[in-house]
């Protein structure tokens, strides 16, 4: 992404550097336009499908660590790496998925709420305005908790995908019969999963910020009175290098640990429910006499029961 940065920059950098030096009174040409702004959808669409492929193959890859971290295997990144690729397209559904699910529901409540204080609005301009506030309050409120409900229902997909290599669908499905019955303690595990990668991600960002500061200090007193855009970059790449660094540190921390988290979590809710421990003796190479059955629910190994 960075080098897509440099390439970008070095394509448009005179333009960039003429739309820099108008005045305020100035327009930009459309010649110094277009090019611009070509290049930030295109970086910007190159962004999404980066993060999308990045955030895929570690929601696949933290899975398949857990996966042979559980069987008490070695775990080799050739293999992590050939199961988390191998997923990955499924994940990024299943991720996707999740998100609509949780976020489409509160999207449409919202906007009969927008619509209706429209509505009151447009009859009374007066105490129109209290009431669309109000109801912006009553929408917030009534749209926060089914979000979340919805989020944790099927917050274990992304691990019954690499788990069971279950489709974008299925696990939804999947996961929304693994929570039934436990949705308030997969709540609170998952929330404080949450907080604690949050609160670690941020104290690691810290220390890089401050680091940044003394380049970026020293690059910019070595600056003209009038500088470029180019020296202003160049200035600031100390800082700027030590920031992304910080944050993606910072993201891998607040990203992996509530993956693993869940992942935890996916295989609790199947020992518990599905008398998993047979079927992990199994997949070991122990004996799996000395485990007895444990839930309602027939061995994995069972015809028609999902594997491990």
Not at 217 to 240: C, H, K, R
């Amino acid at each position: 992404m960075g080098a897509a940065v440099a390439v970008a920059y070095s394509a448009v950098s005179d333009h960039l550097e003429r739309v820099v030096a108008l005045d305020y009174d100035e327009t930009a040409s459309s010649t110094d336009v277009v090019p611009l702004v070509t290049a930030g959808i295109v970086l910007g669409l190159l962004g999404i499908v980066t993060i999308s492929v990045v955030s895929g193959l570690m929601y696949a890859a933290v899975p398949a660590v857990l996966q042979e971290a559980v069987l008490g295997r070695p775990v080799a990144f050739s293999t992590v790496w050939r199961r988390a690729w191998a997923r990955v397209v499924p994940v990024i559904g299943a991720v996707i998925l999740t998100s609509l699910v949780a976020i489409v529901p509160v999207l449409l409540v919202m906007v009969a709420f927008f619509g209706l204080a429209v509505s009151l609005l447009t009859m009374d301009g007066g105490s129109g305005a209290a009431v669309a506030l109000s109801l912006g309050v009553v929408g917030a409120l009534a749209t926060g908790p089914l979000a979340v409900w919805l989020w944790i229902k099927v917050c274990l997909a992304p691990a019954a995908v690499v788990f069971e290599g279950q489709g974008p669908v299925a696990a939804l499905r999947r996961s929304a019969q693994l929570v039934k019955g436990d949705w308030w303690r997969i709540f609170g595990i998952t929330l404080l999963a949450g907080l604690m990668a949050a609160v670690a991600g941020y104290l690691v960002q810290i220390p890089f910020s401050f680091l940044g500061l003394f380049p970026g200090i020293l690059g910019t007193a070595s600056l003209d009175e009038d500088p470029s855009t180019a020296a202003v970059v160049v200035a600031m790449s100390g800082y700027l290098v030590a920031t992304l660094l910080g944050m993606t540190v910072s993201q891998i921390i607040s990203t992996t640990f509530p993956q693993l988290v869940t992942g935890l979590l996916y295989v609790d809710r199947r020992i518990r429910t599905e008398n998993l421990g047979p079927v992990l003796a199994e997949a070991a190479g122990v004996p799996p006499q000395g485990f007895p059955h444990q839930g309602p629910v027939p061995p994995p190994y069972a015809a028609g029961t999902p594997q491990w």
